[in-house]
């Protein structure tokens, strides 16, 4: 069995789960399953980033202390994963013996390396983004983000990344797939030929951290600490077999805001410490809401909780997922999440599978009607596309077009819509009978199909649609697509699957 690694960034623990942390898990959630149901062994891993001053302050702020806060806040991301039914494989917190352990033996590999030295630090920094600016990078006195900047003067170690320059170019270079979309790509190549200066990676004015082996007045900088995350997970300082089973990822998913932590320090701290680099880090966009950027001070942050309990949860990961080319930045609109509920799910798919399996139920006994092999050109068409639409989407999901996967998903469901009315079985049931079942046959089938291409991304919702014909477990993966339904099955009836929404 093949592997597959991929992972979210770890969340900051100084606020509360929003839309945009939803996004970028279902986006991986829908990979994740995608590559499991097609056979591969999965590692998919979330989690917490839970030091750093800005988690240290906002403990303050609450009056407790940051471990009983990151305990608390914390668990509002896990539970989060479990509302948006993640097929995560763990669920990381920085704050985890095993992740000390890790940060531990990366720094001390980069030390030993030679790659870490002492010196002092001063320049800017921002609490929000937990970065340090440049003097030249500051917009109006702030950054560039438009978060405060605070003066810090500290002792400090560094890394020496500077150094990497040529090496992150030549990689880039020889791995032009590396950071996708292109476009970022681009960005992140004109950063790095811009020069790099040696990076400061520990921090003496607060506490709230890992301390750095052999002098605990160092705390590692949180970006440091967050980024071991991915191999810790790996057994990166537990398990030397584990980790070279377990490590590289073959795909980080990130927002385009963290594109430069990912793609020039983590491949530079990688190579300091003799480790592969990860296969691919893909940058997706931001959401706005209806038009505005989306900000507490505003006070239009989406809830995840609230919108899945109002629209449904497959109906939210489906919007998210198809309402945006993977990587562009969205705009999350009412309007535009009810009409693609009520076209494109209630109409388009729901009315398939609710019209097929009623007028069995009516006019086949309710079972899966005999075709005897009779099968013109357009039936198989409907039911023998499947591989070639599995071998499109393998294509799409290993670029991470995701919103073009579902799009040929519905192209199929369309077919199928376009196939029923064309050759009208309601007619049928009066003049050949025979014809009518061969018709609902190849309708069921492709239903099942469908059924099973859909699992990545409406786990639920496709598994009703599964029970319909009572296939088991181990009846669902892709490699089933190929087995076809047995003449005879009883059908399953089950409820309306999206019911569709009033526009008020
Ligand atoms: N803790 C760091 C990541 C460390 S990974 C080693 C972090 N955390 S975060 O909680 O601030 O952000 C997590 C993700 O949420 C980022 O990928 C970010 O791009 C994403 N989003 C935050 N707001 C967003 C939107 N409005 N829209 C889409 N995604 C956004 O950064």
């Known amino acids: 069995m093949k592997n597959f690694y991929i992972t979210t960034p770890i969340y900051y623990v100084n606020d509360s789960p929003h839309i945009g942390h939803a996004y970028t898990s279902l986006c991986c959630d829908y990979i994740a399953r995608f590559k499991s149901l097609d056979g591969y062994d999965v590692r998919f891993l979330t989690g917490t980033d839970e030091h750093g001053q800005k988690v240290e302050n906002a403990a303050n702020i ?24 993640l097929s995560n494989t763990d669920f990381i917190r920085t704050t985890q013996e095993r992740h000390l352990k890790s940060c531990e033996h990366l720094w001390s590999k980069l030390f030993s390396n ?65 950071i996708l979309p292109r476009s970022r790509r681009n960005e992140v190549l004109n950063f790095v030929k811009g020069g790099l200066k040696d990076l400061s990676i520990s921090r003496t004015s607060f506490s709230w951290g ?32 584990d980790f070279k089973n377990n490590w590289p ?57 609230d919108l899945i309990d109002q629209y449904g949860l497959d109906q939210v990961r489906y919007f998210l997922l198809r309402e945006v080319p993977f990587g562009n930045d969205g705009d999350f609109s009412k309007s535009h999440l009810v009409q693609r509920i009520n076209s494109e799910l209630a109409n388009n798919l729901g009315n398939l599978v609710q019209r097929v399996t009623s007028f069995c139920l009516k006019n086949t006994m309710g079972k899966v009607p005999d075709h005897k092999d009779k099968f013109n050109k357009k039936d198989l068409e409907i039911i023998n596309s499947f591989e070639t639409e599995l071998s499109t989407l393998r294509k799409l999901i290993d670029k991470q077009k995701l919103d073009e996967s579902l799009k040929e998903i519905w192209i199929k469901i ?32 492709s239903i099942r199909q469908i059924g099973i291409l859909i699992q990545p991304i409406m786990p639920n919702s496709s598994s009703k649609i599964l029970d319909i014909f009572g296939l088991q477990a181990n009846q669902r993966s892709f490699k089933e697509l190929a087995s076809k339904l047995i003449v005879g099955t009883n059908l399953i009836k089950q409820d309306v699957i999206f019911p569709r929404i009033e526009i008020q």
Not at 164 to 173: A, H, S
Not at 230 to 237: A, C, F, K
Not at 273 to 283: C, E, G, S
């Open 62 to 85: 609450k009056q407790i202390k940051p471990k009983d806060f990151v305990d608390e806040v914390s668990e509002n991301f896990l539970k989060l994963t479990n509302v948006l039914n």
């Open 114 to 178: 030679g790659h870490i030295y002492l010196d002092n630090y001063s320049g800017w920094y921002s609490v929000r983004d937990e970065t340090y600016f440049q003097e030249s990078e500051l917009i109006n006195g702030k950054a560039p983000t438009g978060a405060e900047v605070v003066w810090v003067e500290e002792p400090s170690y560094f890394f020496n990344l500077s150094k990497w320059q040529d090496k992150l170019l030549v990689f880039y270079n020889n791995n032009p797939e590396f």
């Open 210 to 241: 890992i301390k750095v082996p052999n002098d605990s007045k160092h705390i590692m900088y949180v970006w440091l600490d967050a980024l071991t995350n991915y191999i810790t997970y790996s057994g990166y300082g537990s398990n030397e077999n």
């Open 249 to 305: 990822a073959d795909l980080h998913v990130v927002g385009k805001d963290i594109l430069r932590f990912h793609t020039v320090y983590w491949p530079a701290f990688l190579m300091a410490a003799d480790l592969p680099l990860p296969k691919r880090v893909f940058a997706h966009g931001w959401w706005t809401n209806e038009g505005e950027k989306i900000s507490k001070s505003l006070g239009n942050v989406i809830n995840p909780f």
């Open 414 to 445: 369309t077919k199928s819509n376009k196939y029923i009315d064309d050759q009208a079985p309601w007619n049928l049931k009066n003049d050949d009978i025979e014809r009518m079942n061969t018709v609902l046959y190849c309708l069921l089938e």
